[in-house]
């Protein structure tokens, strides 16, 4: 079988979609979705990732006749009949739209920060004699799910150090790179590390996810991301031997005259390394390094994040001396920081910075690297993300379309055409076709093949932004430990 494969966007549906336009209801012509966060692990979502689901795969002429053969060779092979197929239906969107996709869709502006439970984006057919292009393409439309997930996990560890530079720290200088990607690896394909690096970026600027960069810079109008600086791995510094470490890093130094390096410093004693190698036979290097703009940050890469981080500030401000900021916490100097990359979650970086702060220390000395905790540990039900049919027009009337299954209340659906509002700062989805025009929130960004609405990641980037109104995101960790003692 020769055709597209992957890139076959009648094939971007699960396998019972394939027979859906066979079970509509007699004179169906116009079916409206909606997808939303009902509620899940975060109080909030970022909403990220749409525009690359519309550029990548659904604007502009999608359908071909090629197209159109290949999956009516599978589905056949498929199902074991050529019946469940809609050939028709498919050629018809060929030979009357051009092989664009006749559908409008309507959402909330990439970045915005919305409560959950509410409605994020809507689709409908704009063409009555195919409807059920609706939900056919509510495979590729739900797996927005992952960039704003992941965008959202990644705020609040935003939210979480803001609070402690607040706290303990003269600015906020740092926070733009206080959380660095380490996820490339961690992930299930590169597709998966350029969506969620993305999505990360929405937040901060820092990463190690190349695979994000393009992404980004074709979909999002974004040059330049994100930035990382040169670092060791532990076979970078084992490779030397254990009697070769203090070489290993002299070399990594003269390497990089200039800039910040990061290095790896518990291949054998994480104590030792801090306190003799770093702390007195490379000492004086580190210093004469540092007048012309090194920095360098050591990497802790195992043990109990709080414990360990603590303990190597502490061994580092005997080396090298502190400082005492105006909230009265003690700063390293400028030219020496330490990045925790294991262990990092929403979960983890407060109680390490709580740490910190119950012992002098300001949340500036340190910066954070999250992999998997970051990009991989979400799923759809993190959000708990759903897109359902709310409206269809038959035999010329509207109909409010819901479910309201007895055994989850959580799962009902909402009824009838939507709207998103905000009032005095408070987010309410308007049921049954009663929104106001005028206040709604949902913008048309796409509609028949062609893209409506663009975004920058710059734009994005600024609508993401941290806010005063922000939900606390304090009381809603320690409503999470509760739950979980419960």
């Known amino acids: 079988m020769e055709g597209r494969g992957f890139q076959n966007v009648i094939l971007l549906a699960d396998s019972y979609k394939i027979s859906h336009h066979l079970q509509y209801p007699p004179g169906t012509t116009s079916v409206y979705s909606y997808f939303e966060s009902r509620g899940g692990t975060f109080p909030y979502t970022v909403f990220f990732g749409l525009q690359y689901i519309l550029k990548r795969w659904l604007s502009g002429p999608v359908i071909t006749k090629e197209m159109i053969q290949e999956a009516k060779e599978l589905f056949a092979a498929h199902f074991g009949t050529n019946k469940v197929f809609n050939e028709e239906g498919w050629n018809y969107i060929l030979e009357r739209h051009g092989g664009k996709l006749p559908l409008r869709v309507c959402a909330v502006p990439e970045g915005s920060v919305i409560p959950t439970r509410n409605v ?51 600015n906020l200088d740092s926070l733009p790179f206080a959380l660095h990607d380490f996820g490339y690896r961690g992930v299930s394909s590169v597709e998966s590390a350029a969506i969620g690096g993305a999505a990360h970026l929405v937040n901060f600027k820092g990463t190690d996810t190349v695979a994000a960069l393009p992404l980004l810079h074709r979909y999002y109008d974004a040059p330049m991301a ?113 990045i925790q990359g294991d262990g990092i979650s929403y ?3 407060g109680s ?52 309201a299954p007895v055994t989850d209340v959580g799962k009902t659906s909402k ?61 809603f960790l320690e409503g999470e430990k509760q739950q979980s003692k419960e």
């Open 226 to 338: 994100g930035f990382s600086i040169p670092a060791m791995e532990h076979s970078t510094v084992t490779s030397w031997g254990k009697e070769g470490e203090t070489e290993a890093f002299r070399n990594m130094l003269e390497a990089f005259p200039s800039g910040p390096v990061a290095c790896v410093s518990d291949s054998y004693d994480i104590w030792k390394c801090c306190e003799k190698i770093w702390g007195e036979e490379l000492h004086d290097f580190v210093v004469e390094r540092s007048k012309t703009g090194g920095v360098l940050v050591i990497r802790p890469d195992s043990g109990d994040p709080p414990t360990v981080v603590l303990k190597c500030l502490e061994i580092l401000g005997k080396a090298f001396g502190t400082e005492t900021n105006s909230k009265g916490f003690k700063v390293l100097p400028p030219y020496i920081r330490v």
């Open 352 to 403: 390490i910075l709580e740490n910190l702060k119950n012992h002098g220390w300001s949340a500036a000395n340190v910066s954070f690297g999250s992999g998997g905790s970051l990009l991989q540990k979400v799923n759809r039900d993190t959000q708990k993300c759903a897109y359902k049919c709310s409206y269809a027009i038959i035999n010329g009337e509207g109909v409010e379309v819901f479910k």
């Open 120 to 170: 994020l984006f809507t689709v409908e057919s704009t063409d009555p004699m195919v409807p059920w292009v609706t939900n056919f393409f509510e495979t590729i439309f739900v797996q927005v799910w992952y960039p704003m997930t992941v965008a959202t996990n990644s705020r609040i560890q935003k939210q979480i150090i803001h609070r402690y530079l607040k706290e303990t720290h003269d």
């Open 415 to 475: 009824k009838g055409r939507l709207s998103l509002h905000c009032v005095d700062g408070e987010y309410k989805t308007i049921e049954n076709g009663k929104g106001d025009p005028k206040q709604d929130l949902l913008v048309p960004v796409f509609e028949n093949g062609a893209l409506l609405k663009t975004y920058t990641l710059e734009e994005v980037r600024a609508r993401a932004e941290l806010s005063p109104s922000d939900i606390d995101v304090f009381k």
């Open 347 to 349: 979960k983890t970086v």
